[in-house]
């Protein structure tokens, strides 16, 4: 199940390398090695998760060269009510007018659901027109069923995550049910079948069920002139920083006035 996700998120990174997208983040990357071995030239690896995770992880790779042109580990807590990926990222150079992939596998289950919305906002707001998605995630039911993973406890499980990301502001978004993949052995190929309908929250209600999930945000619409384009662009990158500027603002006032200890303030 995990080598099936993990060609078909693969094959996802790869068709929007080929598509331009330069910037990829990994929010709860673990160990996952993309960067050393997907051969993606030019490509920048935005790797985030706990710091205990890079403290193992960044010895054991140290001398391993990398595929790509640039690998940035960013240890920070995804679940944090004073969360600002925003700063993290722009001071390492993420391009907030360039589109991004983003990778939350195996990490959604892992939070709660008040956490996925703040992320799946943020996550929003950095991402320029083009920019993807893929992730991983569990029904509400499966989600109750107290499923714990390696000692690590599922929290949060939904029967929507279409409406998630489409209320975050990727206009497109996609819920598969795990079953249409397949591997092609021969070909080294992971497929999706056409003929098994996508997962509706209908059909996923009561049901045990894992998904993936895709996600787009649309190059906007053409404009006449391209005076009027570049300002509709100029236009959406402000829109875009005030909701940055206010994650950013947010973050340090509530720092600064409780400190950063509230692990259930999503609940
Ligand atoms: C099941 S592992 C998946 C790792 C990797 N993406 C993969 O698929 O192999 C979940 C990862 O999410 C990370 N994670 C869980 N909660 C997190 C949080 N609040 N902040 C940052 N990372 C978190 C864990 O440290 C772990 O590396």
Redesign the pocket.
């Known amino acids: 199940m995990i080598a099936l996700r993990t060609a078909f998120i693969d094959s996802f990174i790869k068709e929007q390398f080929d598509k331009g997208t330069r910037q990829i983040v990994?929010l709860?990357?673990?160990?996952?090695v993309r960067a050393y071995r997907m051969c993606l030239d030019g490509a920048q690896f935005f790797e985030?998760?706990?710091p205990e995770?890079f403290d193992a992880k960044e010895p054991l790779f140290a001398q391993v060269p990398l595929q790509c042109a640039r690998r940035v580990a960013l240890p920070?807590?995804?679940?944090s009510k004073h969360l600002n990926l925003v700063e993290g990222l722009q001071r390492h150079g993420f391009n907030l007018t360039q589109p991004s992939c983003w990778v939350l596998?195996?990490?959604i289950m892992?939070?709660k659901p008040g956490q996925v919305q703040q992320l799946a906002k943020q996550v929003s707001a950095l991402s320029a027109r083009r920019s993807t998605l893929v992730h991983d995630a569990v029904s509400a039911t499966a989600n109750k069923m107290g499923i714990h993973?390696c000692g690590a406890k599922f929290r949060s499980g939904d029967d929507d995550y279409a409406r998630l990301w489409n209320m975050a502001g990727f206009a497109t978004a996609r819920v598969m049910n795990w079953g249409a993949l397949s591997a092609d052995r021969q070909m080294g190929q992971v497929s999706v079948d056409m003929n098994v309908a996508d997962a509706s929250p209908r059909q996923l209600r009561g049901n045990e069920a894992v998904v993936l999930v895709t996600a787009y945000k649309p190059p906007e619409a053409r404009a006449r002139e391209p005076q009027g384009r570049s300002r509709i662009q100029a236009g959406q990158l402000q829109h875009r920083q005030k909701h940055l500027n206010r994650f950013a603002a947010l973050a340090r006032s509530d720092g600064a006035s409780s400190g950063d200890k509230d692990e259930d303030a999503h609940e």
Do not use: K, N, R, S
Not at 76 to 79: A, P, T, V
């Open positions: 990994l709860g990357a673990g160990f996952d985030v998760d706990q995770l920070i807590d995804l679940g596998e195996g990490l892992y939070l993973f």
